[in-house]
């Protein structure tokens, strides 16, 4: 497995565990009425930070194990499968916020429009990751 | 069944003093994992990458890679 897949895979996960984790609570408090939006804006820059920390986190381990690799930046392949990915991802944003748009304009509330485009900007990007490790895994040896 | 890729860089490196695929990545810039999806016709590689290996076994381009039946 490559540095640049392991990166992938470690992102992926460190996203979807920290991203479930924060709509699942965004989900139980939608039928509770309002919700208090600025314990939600925290706990929203709380898991961004969280999600940061974990994606330099697992570079640096990784770059430590292969340095020479982690060093050479990507090659043809791996730029391939990156502007794939990333063609594919963009899409699912596009489509993303466009229903976000047509749901805040059929009365949304804030809380709601926010978080939709918050999960819109989540799911395009662990999309993005997901496309990248099936091309490597299609791919490898 | 359509013409497809193929490639003889495997032949090509056990000539080459079993030149292993990591060897050959670093010579043209790229990764093993990238010399064995080429090799193995998971990937097509770029036109000039595809130059720098019938270049690396100084060979011409069409003994390193064939258009053939799959």
Known sequence: MTFREKTRWSALIADLLIWTWYFSRVASALPEGPADEMDFLWLAAGATIATIVIHVAA???????RPREA???????????????????????????????????FGWSKFETVNAL???????????????????????A | MGKSLNNQIRTLRFHAGEMTQAELGEKIGVTRQTVAAIEQGKYSPTLETAFK??????????????????
């Open chain 2, 53 to 70: 290996i019938a270049d690396v076994f100084e060979v011409r381009l069409d003994e390193v890679f064939g258009w053939e039946e799959g």
């Open chain 1, 71 to 105: 060093g050479a930046g990507p090659d043809e392949r791996d730029r391939e499968i990156e502007r794939s990915a990333g063609s594919t991802a963009h899409t699912l944003l596009a489509i993303g916020l466009v229903n976000v748009i047509v749901g805040s304009y």
């Open chain 1, 118 to 140: 918050l999960a819109v900007f989540v799911f395009a990007e662990m999309a993005r990751y997901g496309l990248e490790i099936f091309a490597y895994r299609r791919m490898a």
């Open chain 1, 59 to 65: 570079i640096v381990v990784f770059a430590l194990h």
